[in-house]
């Protein structure tokens, strides 16, 4: 469903980044900076009315938005805020796209002295100039203290051809210097999305996105390939509360996914791998996603409320009026780190997808 919208896009994506900065601490210096990377980054996009229709089909989200928020959480610490954008949305095309994107990514390096040596080496394979799928390039940062965010990049492994996205997954891991990453991969469905890590991390990722058709809680738990393994226990649970009922049947809307991110060449096994459940197609509306949102909290020993307070900052409207404002639902496990939880929020900057009915009673038998 679809109300009127006013305002533009750049300014209703701005306003809610604001808010969630206040929300997750962010000073009001910080928060500026980075409203005005965010408008920016969208380029003449953000100044688009939104009584326009969006400026791509863009997948990143249901109604098109070209951003997406995601609040980030780990017991006995506060949430971080990350912000998914594509800053190629209004280009007219998808070759065009993945050149305003990359054109955006190499102004962020120079601002932020960062290096794009290993987004450079896969330009070829991922950025083709006549590129298939539905996206080129996205660009996800977390937005931290002092100014500068941590920087990734989202590429498509089926930019030259989705028969042959398996080989180009291999050949960027290759020449990331991950020799025998691909061998470790679980099988999979498809392969939609490759990310790297640029600038300034600890040990960068790269990181391979599988997708999983009908997946079940008992199927998910046996993905992972770290060492340690994560408890299969524990991605079961979590798989169960956050499905519902449909984690015996298998996720037979929107498939499942996996990450599994690698960061030591030598190993040739990911050091961490993340489970991501997109909630908003297994709940009747977002009333009963934040209710399992804030279980599966809570059953971490996180504090649920600053996800509960992160949805008025996003829109006026009632959690059981739609759904798909909280779309995606993760647990991840990366060696040396507690587990986190990611809620994946939506901006819903054009459309809110209407509830799903409830179905009527059973008659009763006389």
């Known amino acids: 469903m679809s109300a009127a919208r006013t305002g533009t896009l750049g300014a209703h994506t701005a306003g809610q980044l604001r808010r969630l900065c206040a929300l997750t601490g962010l000073d009001p210096a910080d928060t500026q900076t980075y409203a005005d990377v965010l408008t920016t980054a969208l380029g003449g996009a953000a100044g688009r009315p ?21 609040l980030s959480f780990t017991a006995g ?32 390096a120079r601002r932020w002295d960062f290096s794009t040596e290993r987004l450079d080496g896969l330009r070829d394979l991922l950025l083709p100039p006549a590129p298939h799928g539905p996206l080129a390039l996205w660009i996800a940062l977390e937005l931290r203290r002092g100014g500068v965010p941590k920087v990734k990049v989202y590429l498509n492994p089926s930019a030259s051809g989705p028969e042959r996205a398996a080989h180009t997954v291999r050949e960027a891991l290759r020449r990331l210097g991950h020799e025998r990453a691909f061998d470790a991969l679980p099988p999979a ?16 990722r790269a990181k391979v996105y599988l997708m999983h058709r009908d997946l079940s809680a008992t199927e998910a738990a046996g993905l992972a390939r770290t060492a340690p393994l994560p408890p299969a226990d524990g991605l079961a649970a979590f798989f169960r509360a956050v499905a519902g009922p449909a984690a015996e049947r298998g996720l037979d809307r929107r498939p499942g996914l996996t990450c599994h ?17 997109p909630v908003r197609d297994y709940v009747r509306h977002d009333g009963e996603a934040l209710d399992r949102a804030a ?60 509830p799903v009915p409830a179905r009527p009673a059973a008659e009763p038998v006389h």
Request: net charge negative; glycine share 10%.
């Open 261 to 277: 991110a690698f960061t030591d060449p030598g190993s040739g096994r990911p050091s961490g791998f993340t489970l991501h459940i």
């Open 50 to 70: 939104l009584d326009l229709p969006p400026p791509s089909g863009t997948f990143l989200s249901d109604d098109h938005t070209p951003v997406e928020f995601s």
């Open 189 to 204: 469905d498809g392969y939609p999305f490759l990310a790297l890590d640029l600038g300034d991390w600890e040990a960068p």
């Open 295 to 354: 279980g599966v909290l809570t059953a971490h020993g996180i504090d649920p409320d600053p996800l509960v307070r992160a949805l008025p900052a996003l829109t006026a409207r009632r959690p059981q009026d739609g759904v798909g404002l909280i779309a995606y639902l993760a647990l991840a496990h990366q060696a040396g780190a507690p587990p986190r939880l990611t809620a994946y929020v939506s901006s819903e900057a054009y459309a809110v997808r209407s």
């Open 77 to 108: 610490a506060a949430p971080s805020l990350r912000v998914l954008l594509e800053p190629g949305c209004g280009a007219g095309s998808l070759e065009r796209g993945g050149r305003t994107a990359l054109a955006v990514v190499r102004e962020m």
